[in-house]
């Protein structure tokens, strides 16, 4: 399948459908359903019932005379109310389905198929994120959620980066990852990571094409032990980072010790998810 006829099958087209409406689109002027079906080799009355049905669509305008002839709406007008229809559609279904209050809480792990999902599944854990965020991250995912994170920053939250190519972020603490000097991390990749977890509470573990394409393995949970356990992991990688990336002199066993100190809290009852699974699981 052609990728333009992909494109409007996935703007809420048909098969057919999106092939009378690629046609009309390269060719501006009105045409009668059965010279289309002729130039695409259609059955001509079916030709006529998706005009009839993207006419419904406002994807294209229908002569008002008996020779029924269609015209393409622009794709920019058309991409407006499809637009316009998904945020109708999206407002009502939240309106509709929107979780009770006393929604029980699930520990449960999901797997995630999709990237969009993945990158809004980020953006929303950043957005509610309460105290601290551990994201280990890849080059092309972070400058997608280069936003969101200073966002999170600006809300007084603490920040931990892991990044792999140099990145400036006001506010948040960041260690840049490599294995050893002269030696970039990404060259043994050939795919994008996010790692992430908020809190102590919630993660999301995700390994993606390196064009961001599709979905390699990608996790999501709000399992209380398993977030507070990677939170830990990554605050333990994050810190044997930076005291690797020390430099020499006097003040080195200063700097080691004020690292330390920040580690122990990062692995402490300051933590939400941490302080919680103590209280659930811990002794009393």
């Not at 098969?15 to 690629?22: H, K, Q, S």
Request: glycine content about 6%.
């Amino acid at each position: 399948m052609r990728k333009d006829k992909e494109l409007l099958i996935e703007l809420g087209l048909n098969d057919l459908e999106a092939e009378v409406y690629g046609f009309l689109l390269q060719h501006p002027e009105a045409w009668t359903g059965y010279k289309i079906g002729k130039k695409l080799g259609k059955p001509t009355a079916n030709v006529y019932k998706a005009l009839d049905s993207l006419a419904k669509k406002g994807a294209i305008l229908m002569e008002d005379q008996a020779s029924r002839q269609g015209k393409a709406v622009p794709i920019d007008e058309f991409c407006a109310l499809v637009e316009a229809s998904i945020r109708r559609k999206s407002a009502a279904a939240r309106h509709v389905f929107t979780q009770p209050k006393s929604a029980t809480y699930d520990e449960r792990s999901y797997q995630l198929h999709s990237v969009e999902l993945v990158l809004e599944k980020a953006r929303q854990m950043l957005a509610s994120c309460q105290a601290v965020v551990m994201l280990d991250v890849f080059p092309q995912v972070a400058t997608l959620l280069t936003a969101e994170v200073a966002a999170v920053v600006a809300r007084g939250i603490q920040v931990y980066l892991q990044v792999y190519e140099p990145l400036t972020m006001p506010g948040a603490e960041v260690v840049l990852i490599d294995l050893q000097p002269q030696v970039n991390v990404l060259s043994y990749w050939r795919s994008q990571q996010l790692n992430l977890i908020v809190d102590g509470k919630e993660h999301l573990l995700a390994l993606l094409s390196d064009r961001l394409g599709e979905v390699y393995q990608a996790s999501w949970s709000k399992n209380l032990y398993l977030s507070s356990m990677l939170h830990m992991g990554f605050s333990n990688h994050y810190t044997v980072a930076r005291l690797r990336q020390l430099p020499g002199g006097a003040e080195y066993a200063q700097q080691v010790q004020a690292i330390l100190q920040q580690q122990s809290i990062l692995s402490s009852g300051a933590v939400p998810g941490v302080s919680e699974m103590l209280t659930r699981y811990g002794l009393q």
